[in-house]
Nanobody, 114 residues
Framework: QVQLVESGGGLVQPGGSLRLSCLAS????????MGWYRQAPGKQRELVAA???????NYADSVKGRFTISRDNTKNTVFLQMNSLKPEDTAVYYC????????WGQGTQVTVSS
């Protein structure tokens, strides 16, 4: 059974930082491209950041220079370091694993508010 379990979300003030983690099980993690998506109320889900199995990364323009995606294949975990957070970053953040099939986590809420 494949599971992607996100953690690290919460409430943070503008300008603050959070680190999201996604622990994967049931897949051969190192063969999967991993990504973080987010969905704000009333909006479509959008790609935030992605990392290939060899470590190449890409980011949404809105988070470039503020967010960093990384992976630890020894721990089956992908991370999203989020700095200089803005109210518009408020959303549910989802972990995604993609290879021959695609899997999603349940999501973790990130709220940026003073």
């Amino acid at each position: 059974q494949v599971q992607l379990v996100e953690s690290g979300g919460g409430l943070v003030q503008p300008g603050g930082s959070l680190r999201l983690s996604c622990l994967a099980s049931g897949i051969l993690f190192r063969t999967y491209a991993m990504g973080w998506y987010r969905q704000a109320p009333g909006k479509q889900r959008e790609l935030v950041a992605a990392i290939t199995r060899v470590g190449s990364t890409n980011y949404a323009d809105s988070v470039k220079g503020r967010f960093t995606i990384s992976r630890d294949n020894t721990k089956n975990t992908v991370f999203l370091q989020m700095n200089s957070l803005k109210p518009e970053d408020t959303a549910v953040y989802y972990c995604n694993a993609k290879y021959s099939l695609e899997y999603w986590g349940q999501g973790t809420q990130v709220t940026v508010s003073s």
